[in-house]
């Protein structure tokens, strides 16, 4: 799944039941954060339950791969979680 855009407001409720919709299938789930320009407090705490769930997240950009990072060592602190990653996805 990719993200683009801003990952704020209303927007954060659809990407959740977009992730919700792919998990339910039992696979497994990435989600690529590609040219998100904002993401708000709601933004940050859904990309962490999705990390804490398993989502491997995927960022381009600077910021965005440094928010997946740091979400990764918040999830190693509080449990288990999903595989983070920062740089580019390769398709």
Do not use: W
């Not at 990390?51 to 990072?69: D, F, Q, T």
């Amino acid at each position: 799944m990719n993200i683009d855009g801003q990952l704020v407001g209303d927007y954060v409720r659809l990407a959740e039941d977009c992730c919700s919709q792919a998990l339910s299938g039992g696979k497994p789930v990435s989600v690529f954060l590609r040219d998100v320009s904002a993401i708000d407090e709601a933004g940050r705490k859904l990309l962490s339950r999705l990390a804490g769930l398993g989502v491997r997240l995927i960022a381009s950009g600077v910021y965005m791969s440094h928010l997946i990072k740091s979400l990764q060592r918040e999830g190693t602190t509080q449990g288990p979680a999903g595989s983070a990653e920062g740089g580019q996805a390769h398709t």
